[in-house]
């Protein structure tokens, strides 16, 4: 049994859904587990939709879902005939879903409203996918993963409870795989025990992709790309970055860790665990090897660039320049768990400490307000972070000749610049 992940850009037109199609009818006959995204920018959209919604702007907010359904809806006239009926009832369903929270007025966090809405776009575009598979006759059976993965309250970055997701899987999973060979269901999502919408964290469906491979025991986990492979560097801003046949768990997590958009931080350990190897192939090319990354070390690796754009950088300096200690920086990290933030970079010194974070200027202000109590606070803004790992000295040369260097900080195999 192996297990797949199409992400947003393998389904973002027409042409690409009957891709994944033909993608699924090369494993004819095998069991498979499918998790698929949103379709292309649609998160991004429905982002729009919630932030109308939450600044008090209802007809905004509806006028700008209105175009979202009606996007999903040509696509599904465009794919179906004989099942258009029947995928158009079961949208209807999701489009109410979120159209009776719209004409609400909000009560709750920004985050509660953001999972309600924003889980929309994986039903949307599991359900059209199924329907599509269906008509083309290739049998699925499309399950609501809201059912199967139970998580907590921690809305945006919910906490997935694994016995209850492991429950369901004997239970619901693996009965259905006795009359089905492929199930088809949605990654990023999941819902707490008072049937709330979570997600699981931006990027999450390649989480979702390894809790089903860690539970199902897979042979494997195969995340389709719209690259060869695992890439040196992001080649929409590096042509010239490398192609990387093999990696190892440590490498890649280390990657995502600092910001690599490649695997999703959490998908590692649910595979490591069980020693499934995962692997990163071009649906634009299936014949194409692709990237494995397994247990084992890779050597002779090429310098890997990761760049995070719109980074701040808050400065901390002791208000009564007495040293900052254990108690200071224990504080720190309380606030840094309270506002659902981790600092890409920090640097202490005697009396100040510097953190770099992304530019969520929400909980920055909310961070710089809660440090205020014990530092004096100044945050700059427009920095980017470059982080090198492999790096030679050329190569770090040729990557911050002329750049206005804020912070450095480096070890024999990594460096991280922060850039103006």
């Not at 939709?49 to 599904?76: M, P, R, W, Y």
């Not at 009965?175 to 990027?203: M, V, W, Y």
């Not at 986990?221 to 990387?244: N, R």
């Not at 990696?247 to 499934?276: C, R, W």
Request: negative net charge; proline residues 3%; aromatic residues 10%.
């Amino acid at each position: 049994m192996k297990v797949f992940k199409f992400g947003g850009a393998s389904v973002n037109s027409i042409e690409r859904i009957e891709n994944v199609k033909n993608i699924i009818k090369l494993y004819e006959g095998e069991e498979l587990m499918i998790i698929i995204s949103a379709m292309g920018k649609t998160t991004n959209a429905l982002e729009k939709v919630v932030e109308a919604f939450f600044a008090g702007n209802k007809q905004d907010a509806l006028h700008l879902f209105e175009v979202i359904k009606n996007q999903h809806i040509s696509t599904a006239k465009y794919l179906l005939v004989t099942h258009f009926n029947s995928c158009l009832a079961q949208l209807n369903d999701f489009f109410t879903e979120v159209e009776w929270l719209l004409h609400d007025k909000p009560v709750r966090g920004f985050d509660y409203y953001y999972d309600q809405v924003v889980c929309a776009g994986e039903l949307i575009s599991t359900c059209i996918v199924s329907h599509y598979l269906e008509e083309m006759k290739v049998e699925n059976l499309w399950i609501d993963v809201r059912d199967i993965l139970r998580t907590d309250d921690n809305f945006r970055d919910a906490n997935v409870n694994w016995n209850y997701a492991a429950q369901k899987t004997e239970q619901v999973i693996k009965p259905a795989f006795a009359g089905n060979k492929i199930i088809l269901t949605q990654g990023f999502i999941g819902c707490t025990d008072e049937n709330e919408s979570t997600t699981l964290g931006r990027e999450g469906s390649d989480f979702s992709a390894a809790i089903f491979a860690n539970l199902l025991d897979a042979e494997s986990l195969t995340i389709w790309k719209d690259v060869e492979g695992v890439m040196s560097a992001d080649p929409k801003q590096f042509p010239d970055a490398q192609f990387i046949e093999e990696l190892s768990f440590d490498e890649v997590i280390e990657m995502a860790y600092y910001g690599a958009q490649v695997i999703h931080p959490k998908t590692i350990k649910p595979l490591e665990n069980k020693g499934i190897p995962l692997k990163v192939k071009c649906f634009l090319d299936p014949s194409l090897p692709g990237t494995t990354i397994t247990k084992k070390k890779a050597k002779h690796l090429p310098p890997m660039v990761i760049i995070k754009q719109d980074q701040v950088l808050i400065h901390l300096h002791s208000q009564d320049f007495s040293f900052v200690g254990e108690e200071p920086i224990s504080r720190l990290y309380e606030i840094f768990a309270q506002i659902k933030m981790r600092p890409n970079l920090i640097q202490t010194g005697a009396i100040s400490v510097q953190i770099c974070m992304d530019n969520r200027s929400e909980k920055i202000d909310q961070l710089a307000a809660e440090a205020g109590s014990i530092f004096d606070v100044q945050v700059e803004k427009g920095l980017s972070l470059l982080t090198i790992r492999h790096f030679t000295p050329e190569f770090l040369h040729s990557m911050t000749d002329g750049k206005d260097i804020v912070l450095k900080q480096q070890t024999k195999e990594m460096v991280q610049v922060l850039h103006k």
